[in-house]
């Protein structure tokens, strides 16, 4: 039998949910006004918010007169964002490695360090260029990432966090390429243990990789009020991106 990939686990669980708890609708929110007044997008613009866990950005994009598609791996978060489904907003099981055949995009949103998850650097180029196939012609491309740098020069190497009742003992390290989190917990009285692999992607990564699947890069930001990018600063790497 193969091993479930990590992500493939973890976020599938409730205690992803509750660990992130902090990352919501509130926060979404501001994020998700900020982009629409910087991107002007007309209302009914086709945008896929690709990897929308439970669907918190899909639905300000929405309520934001966008027409939304949400996809996700985890059966489970669709399951729930679906509960929000209307006219103009949908939600699909979907891996981001693989085109979604069914419909093209003018903007396509990649929220909450949802990318650089595979072993293999080359899955990061199939998540691009199945997002340059999803993509109409001169359509438009946001990938929000952690800024791997900063994160990297501030890594906080053990953590104890306890949320809803659960404490959570929190390991991080970077291996050079990847920065990993061990995350264990006890919750009725069940002993649990998961992992987050995610590349540690640079700007200059991002930008090979954008050059090599048909993107141009246009502009980036630092954090969710789009203030400018500083690589030794910044919490966030918010990527602007245009199909070519
Ligand atoms: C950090 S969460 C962010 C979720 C959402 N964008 C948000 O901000 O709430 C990353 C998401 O990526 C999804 N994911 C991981 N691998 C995926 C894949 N191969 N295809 C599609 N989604 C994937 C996970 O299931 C999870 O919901």
């Not at 629409?36 to 994009?61: F, N, Q």
């Not at 890069?217 to 969710?224: A, E, K």
Request: charged share 25%.
């Amino acid at each position: 039998m193969t091993k479930k990939e990590w992500f493939a686990d973890w976020f599938n669980t409730p205690y992803y949910h509750t660990l992130y708890k902090h990352r919501d609708d509130q926060e979404a929110e501001l994020f998700i006004k900020r982009l629409l007044d910087y991107l002007k997008l007309k209302s009914g613009t086709e945008v896929l918010d690709l990897a929308c866990g439970k669907g918190r950005h899909s639905r300000m994009l929405h309520a934001l007169g966008m027409r939304v598609t949400g996809l996700d791996l985890s059966e489970a978060s669709i399951r729930e964002a679906a509960e929000f489904t209307s006219e103009g907003l949908n939600f699909a099981v979907h891996d981001m490695r693989y085109p979604f055949e069914k419909q093209q995009f003018d903007v396509v949103f990649n929220l909450f360090t949802s990318f650089g998850y595979f072993d293999e650097l080359d899955a990061n180029e199939a998540v691009l260029k199945s997002v340059h196939q999803m993509l109409t012609v001169d359509g438009q491309l946001i990938i929000d990432f952690m800024n791997a740098k900063k994160v990297i020069s501030q890594l906080v190497k053990q953590e104890e966090k306890t949320i809803d009742g659960i404490t959570f003992q929190l390991e991080r390290a970077f291996d050079g390429q990847h920065i990993h989190k061990q995350i264990r917990f006890k919750d009725n009285g069940r002993d649990f243990h998961f992992s987050e692999r995610v590349q540690a992607l640079t700007i200059t990564e991002f930008t090979q990789l954008l050059n090599a699947t048909g993107f141009e890069l246009i502009r980036t930001f630092g954090d969710f009020s789009l203030q400018p990018f500083n690589e030794n600063e910044s919490d966030r790497l918010i990527i602007h991106a245009r199909r070519i």
